[in-house]
C-alpha cells in the first residue's frame, strides 16, 4: 500500500512540474525548468531525483546549465541524476541506432583495400605476410543532421566506440610509457642502475600496448556484446601483404600486425574514413613499432 501512495505521490508531483503554472500548456518531458520550479517548491532532493530517473527527460547538461540549476538550489545528488539520466537515455538509442555501424538512409557498405609492408634502410620491400588487418569503429561520418543534439550525440559514439576507447586507451598507456622512461632517466643519470630490460624487450612491450589497448576497449565498450563485435572488423593479408575490409561508411582506426621480413611490427592510422559505395585505396608503409623477430 505504502508504494503505491508513493507512486501515486511522484506521478502528482510529475504532472505539477510537467504542467508548471494554471493555464500553462502541459510538457511531455521534464527539463531544466521543472526541475528548478520543483526545487523551488520545495521538494526533497529524493522525491526530485527519484522524478529524474523514472520520468522522460529533455535536459540540457551544458556546463552554464548545469550551473544554473546549481544557483537555484539543486543538490549534487539531483544534477548527478540528470547528468545520468541523459548519459543512460542516450546509451541506450546507441545500442540499436548509435555504437552499431549502420549505412545512413541512401548509402551502402564501403571497403578500403591496401597493402601492409616495410621499407628497409636500403630501400627494399618487405611485405607482411598474412598479417592481421583490423577495423574499430570510431564513429560516423554522416553530417546530414548539424544540430546540437546529434553532435552531441555524434561525440558521445566516437567516446563510447571501440576504435575510440581504443585510442583513449593507447594514449594512456603511452603517457605511462613516457613516465617509465623518464623516472628510468633520472635515476641513471643520478647514478642509479636502470630498470629498463634489454632494447628488444622493450620493444616487444611497445608492440604490445597495441592488442592491450584493444583488449582494454573491449571490455570497456558500454555496449552489448554483439554491437562490440560489430565494431569490429578482421582480415588476413595475402602474402604478398594486400588486403580488402568491407565496412559500413564511418570513421575506423585500422590497425595492423604482422611480420614483414626479419621484424615483428604494428601500423596504424587513426580515423580511416570508409565512404559509402567506395573502395578506397590505402598503404600501411611505416610501422608504429618495429622489432627484430628471433629467428
Known amino acids: 500500500m505504502r508504494s503505491i501512495i508513493v507512486g501515486l505521490m511522484l506521478m502528482s508531483v510529475a504532472a505539477v512540474a510537467q504542467n508548471g503554472a494554471p493555464g500553462s500548456t502541459r510538457g511531455t518531458a521534464l527539463d531544466n525548468d521543472s526541475i528548478m520550479r520543483m526545487v523551488k517548491a520545495g521538494l526533497s ?12 527527460g529533455n535536459y540540457s547538461v551544458r556546463a552554464d546549465d548545469l550551473i544554473a540549476l546549481k544557483h537555484a538550489g539543486a543538490s549534487d545528488k539531483i544534477i548527478e541524476a540528470i547528468v545520468a539520466k541523459t548519459g543512460s537515455e542516450l546509451n541506450t538509442a546507441g545500442n540499436a541506432a548509435q555504437h552499431q555501424p549502420k549505412e545512413a538512409a541512401g548509402s551502402v557498405a564501403g571497403a578500403l583495400s591496401g597493402r601492409v609492408f616495410l621499407v628497409t634502410q636500403g630501400g627494399d620491400i618487405k611485405p607482411a605476410r598474412f598479417a592481421r588487418v583490423e577495423l574499430l569503429y570510431a564513429g560516423s561520418n554522416s553530417t546530414k543532421d548539424p544540430s546540437p543534439e546529434a553532435e552531441q550525440q555524434r561525440r558521445l559514439e566516437v567516446q563510447n566506440s571501440v576504435g575510440g576507447l581504443f585510442l583513449k586507451e593507447f594514449s594512456k598507456r603511452q603517457t605511462e610509457e613516457s613516465e617509465r622512461l623518464n623516472k628510468n632517466y633520472d635515476i641513471v643519470l643520478h647514478g642509479g642502475k636502470s630498470s629498463t630490460g634489454p632494447p ?38 595475402d602474402e604478398d601483404g594486400n588486403f580488402k575490409i568491407e565496412a559500413s561508411p564511418g570513421f575506423y582506426v585500422l590497425l595492423a600486425t604482422g611480420r614483414a621480413g626479419l621484424n615483428e611490427a604494428v601500423w596504424m592510422q587513426q580515423f580511416q574514413e570508409v565512404k559509402s559505395g567506395q573502395d578506397t585505396a590505402v598503404k600501411l608503409t611505416s610501422p608504429q613499432v618495429s622489432c627484430v623477430a628471433d629467428r
Do not use: D, H, N
Open 200 to 237: 628488444a624487450l622493450e620493444c616487444l612491450r611497445r608492440l604490445g600496448m597495441y592488442s592491450e589497448a584493444v583488449t582494454e576497449a573491449l571490455k570497456r565498450a558500454p555496449i552489448e556484446p554483439a554491437a562490440k563485435m560489430a565494431q569490429v572488423k578482421s582480415e588476413a593479408a
Open 45 to 56: 532532493e529524493s522525491v526530485i531525483a527519484t522524478l529524474v530517473g523514472q520520468q522522460p
